[in-house]
């Protein structure tokens, strides 16, 4: 059995926490594979808005296993507030959700860090989500991290206190006022990290998931972020800090490239960003204005306004290239319904087309756009099939499959996960 791998092809948000709940059925394991509460994964359950940031999106289905895999970085009140708040909703976790003993830790001067990094770039910054995703990531590699397996050895509490200790001695060096309450921030970071560890033992979560495909189980790797945002392949340095594309999921969860089978790519009918950087597409008018009103772009964990513009063919070609991406997911064919045109972009001046080699830096590129007539969804019940939805919608659709050259699998019609479409 292989393991399966979901990821976005965009900036992120592109409805990733849906597209892995309406899957999670067919598997037995969910699994994230990097990237930490800078995601915001949202779900709508019977009207129920659901955001996840650390925890897996199977965790509401029945018999699904989930881990937080090892190149994942958690924060341990965050994680502790989502599992508190899910439990509210009479979710049961015990059995169910897995932490590898290997996943970094967010300690609470990686925060600080995060701000006063983004503070000293003044016009520069990345728009990071300042949760301490960045600064984790740098200690992580730099060597000198701390994994959620070692807070549960004799030595956790001593290797947390000499890492806070460097870290403070950093944010002094860069002028950074330190927060009056942070002796109650890091209490309350040690009274997670102990609740946590009573209730989710570390877990070898490499061994569990190679186990698991020898005795043909199913897994789904979930991505966060969008392949846009790699720290490799993203438009650096405006980038998050893990790597984002599929081969991710081997390192981040310990499986091996010849044990990855299908690679699932989801992207938005138009694209979106928030934080600073190059975004070809971006509309500056009135119809970015209406893309983001229809499509309620506003961050899941920031709340910022995300940037509005029309789908890049480009990127897109790009992101499933640096993934192997073998078959599409649509989402938010809906928020264009009752545009009367809508435009895809379908390469940059001065290269051959969309296949051309992506440029490094993207912020200079002038796209050039073909148009498509608009479409009029009704609602999203009345369609059981494809060649059911408007002419119009399905010409974009062919359109896309066949400059890709792949296959638009499902078709997110709505935010709940009976509203989509799958194509056979
Ligand atoms: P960081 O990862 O929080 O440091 O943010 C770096 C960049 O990635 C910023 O532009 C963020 O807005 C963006 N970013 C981080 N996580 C997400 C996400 O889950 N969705 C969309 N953008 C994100």
Not at 270 to 290: A, I, K, N
């Amino acid at each position: 059995m292989k393991a399966d791998v979901l990821l976005g092809l965009q900036w992120g948000d592109e409805g990733k926490g849906k597209a892995v709940d309406v899957l999670a059925p067919s598997y037995n394991w969910i699994a994230r594979f990097q990237g930490g509460p800078n995601a915001g994964h949202t779900l709508w359950l019977d009207g129920n808005k659901i955001v996840l940031h650390t925890i897996p999106s199977g965790i509401f289905r029945e018999d699904c296993m989930n881990l937080i895999g090892n190149g994942v970085v958690i924060h341990p009140p965050s994680l502790l507030q989502e599992i508190k708040a899910l439990r509210q909703h009479g979710l049961n976790f015990v059995g169910k959700l897995m932490i590898s003993a290997k996943a970094h830790l967010i300690l609470p001067g990686h925060r600080l860090l995060d701000q006063a990094y983004e503070s000293a770039k003044g016009d520069h910054k990345i728009g990071s989500t300042l949760r301490g995703i960045g600064p984790a990531y740098t200690d992580k590699y730099a060597r000198h991290g701390l994994r959620y397996g070692d807070m549960a050895g004799a030595q956790g509490a001593a290797l947390f206190g000499a890492a806070h200790e460097e870290h403070l001695r950093q944010i002094k060096t860069l002028g950074f006022e330190l927060p009056t309450d942070l002796p109650n921030q890091v209490q309350e970071w040690i009274d997670a990290v102990n609740e946590l560890l009573s209730d989710f033992s570390p877990s070898d979560g490499s061994w569990l998931l190679n186990q698991a495909l020898d005795k043909g189980q199913k897994i789904l790797a979930e991505g966060a972020q969008g392949s846009l945002l790699d720290v490799e392949f993203g438009a650096y340095p405006f980038v998050t800090s893990s790597h984002t594309t599929s081969a991710s999921a081997c390192t981040g969860l310990g499986i091996a490239p010849n044990r990855i089978g299908n690679v699932y790519g989801l992207f938005k009918a138009y694209c979106t960003r928030v934080g600073s950087g190059p975004f070809p597409t971006e509309l500056h008018d009135q119809t970015g204005e209406t893309l983001r009103r229809a499509g309620q772009e506003f961050g899941a964990t920031t709340g910022r306004p995300r940037r509005c513009g029309w789908l890049d063919l480009p990127a897109l070609a790009y992101a499933i290239r640096l993934s192997g991406v073998n078959q599409l997911i649509i989402t938010k064919a809906d928020i264009l319904s009752g545009f009367e045109e809508i435009k895809i972009a379908t390469r940059y001046q001065g290269l051959d087309n969309h296949l051309s080699p992506y440029p490094d830096n993207s912020s200079e590129c002038i796209p050039e756009y073909k148009s498509f007539p608009g479409w009029n969804l009704a609602p999203s019940q009345s369609y059981s099939n494809r060649q059911q939805l408007p002419q119009n919608l399905q010409t974009y659709l062919n359109y896309l499959e066949d400059q890709l050259n792949l296959p638009i699998r499902w078709i997110s019609l709505g935010p709940e996960r009976t509203q989509v479409l799958e194509c056979h």
